[in-house]
């Protein structure tokens, strides 16, 4: 069994995910990751639900502190890190992600430009696109379908599947998308490791800049009034 420690949110998975294939592609079946977070709030059983549909073998856990992970770093073989090259930051090295690790998901048709208007708050930024300025998006190219979690109001929308999602079906979408639009997080990442256009805001851009690898398609924007599809 090979033990790999990681740690962090929604996004850091994904960039887990890529961290594992670059070293154990061959090797999945052998895996047991933990996968450590401070903070509480529903994101555990997400997270869980997405390395399980990539067939890792994984707990996600709630921890007192950061100080958890030196306190027990020795347990395991390898700490992943989240960021794409070998240099994690404020963290100990690990190697470059592959930037298109082989991903399992099930094609979905329809799908071909996503939109989700916001993402997890910290404190570098709220990440969201204001309402008006999806409206505006979503009169320009109405066949845009709205993805994600949350109270923004849209709902309703014509081709709108947010709060209609699960982390398989989330999966599915991205991974059959041409385009992806999305404030910094998971969305953004795990998009443009399936080979998507990415358009991601520029909230909180000392994450996006460390995460992004250069072989991806990933825009950074200000606005939605700044892309022409």
Avoid at 114 to 137: C, R, Y
Avoid at 149 to 177: Q, R
């Amino acid at each position: 069994m090979i033990k790999l420690l990681t740690s962090g949110g929604f996004g850091d998975a994904a960039m887990s995910l890529a961290k594992i294939h670059a070293r154990f592609s061959d090797k999945i079946d052998e895996i047991d990751l933990t996968h450590i977070r401070v903070r509480n709030d529903n994101l555990n059983p997400v997270i869980e639900k997405f390395y399980d549909s990539q067939e890792i073998k994984n707990k996600v856990i709630t921890v007192h502190s950061w100080d958890w992970q030196k306190e027990n770093r020795d347990e395991f073989d390898y700490f992943l890190g989240s960021g794409w090259s070998s240099i994690n930051h404020d963290d100990e090295s690990s190697w470059e992600i592959n930037p298109f690790p082989p991903i399992k998901y099930t094609e979905v048709s329809g799908s071909s430009v996503l939109l989700n208007p916001s993402s997890g708050g910290v404190a570098e930024g709220s990440k969201n696109f204001s309402k008006n300025k999806v409206d505006e998006f979503i009169f320009r190219y109405p066949d845009t379908v709205i993805i994600g979690k949350g109270e923004g109001g849209y709902d309703n929308y014509p081709m709108s599947l947010y709060n209609k999602t699960d982390v398989n079906s989330l999966i599915n979408l991205i991974s059959s998308s041409e385009v992806v639009i999305s404030p910094e997080g998971f969305t953004a990442y795990f998009a443009a490791m399936c080979g998507s256009k990415v358009y991601v805001k520029n909230e909180n851009a000392s994450a996006i800049y460390k995460r992004k690898h250069p072989k991806w398609d990933l825009n950074v924007i200000n606005d939605l009034d700044e892309i022409s599809l």
